[in-house]
């Protein structure tokens, strides 16, 4: 979600996506973990889904296959509304009644991230970053930055910011995480954001982060 935890949670119950339900195992693909709101138990895709089609946002991005849950409720705080998918890395957590997740949702961003148009994606992008990071990991925590560079989505120009976060916490099954932001100018008022978050419980569902982002479009 946190689908991409901070001391833990924010209003919305985001951790570093936090959610309240969605139990399965783990899928072969990949995920992120983060804190996020209630998602009704076994919220399944349809049959013969392949991506999943934001029209919020106005972008789609590979289902990620079974394992995975659909991400139905409120939006995190930086995105006006939520779509995407998530599954859970641990049930209980330390200081919140909420779940540790991996995710990989996404949204339109909403006002006060500093957006000003194509000429703002890195800025904003770094804002989002510093927000997801306070909002949805277990602190104090170290960040460590993997990219943070322009990139064309579908003809379209965006940001992508990926690091990975370590923190030591007790409590947590996870002692880091890796995590992307993926900001898009789709002509719109706001852009979209990507967010995928994995915890190093399954350091091997990184690659997914390169995979979803590699096959990102516009609508």
């Known amino acids: 979600m946190l689908i991409a935890g901070a001391g833990v949670l924010t ?14 195992d783990a899928p ?33 991005y590979p289902f990620l296959g079974d394992g995975w849950y659909e991400y139905r409720e409120d939006p ?33 961003v909403v006002d006060g991230y500093g957006w000003a148009g194509a000429a703002s994606l890195e800025s904003t992008a770094m804002t989002l970053a510093d927000s997801v990071r306070s909002n ?9 930055v993997r990219r ?26 996870a002692s880091g995480e890796r995590a992307a932001l993926l900001l898009v100018d789709v002509g719109r008022p706001a852009p979209a954001l990507l967010y995928l978050s994995i915890p190093n419980t399954h350091a ?8 979803v982002l590699g096959d990102v ?3």
């Open 76 to 108: 995190l705080v930086e995105t006006a509304t939520v779509a995407g998918q998530y599954f859970v890395t641990q049930e209980t957590l330390p200081d919140s009644p909420g779940e540790f997740i991996a995710q990989c949702t996404s949204g339109p």
């Open 28 to 60: 072969d693909a990949a995920g992120r973990a983060v804190a996020v709101p209630p998602t009704p138990p076994g919220a399944t895709f349809a049959p013969g889904t392949v991506r999943i089609v934001d029209r919020s946002a106005g972008i789609s």
């Open 11 to 24: 209003v919305l119950l985001v951790l570093v996506l936090v959610v309240v339900s969605g139990r399965g």
């Open 148 to 173: 943070s560079e322009a990139v064309t989505v579908d003809g379209a120009p965006a940001w992508v910011y990926e690091f990975d976060l370590s923190w030591r916490v007790a409590g947590y099954d």
């Open 136 to 144: 949805y990991y277990p602190g104090p925590n170290e960040r460590t």
């Open 217 to 219: 479009d516009l609508l």
């Open 204 to 211: 091997e569902l990184y690659g997914v982060i390169d995979r």
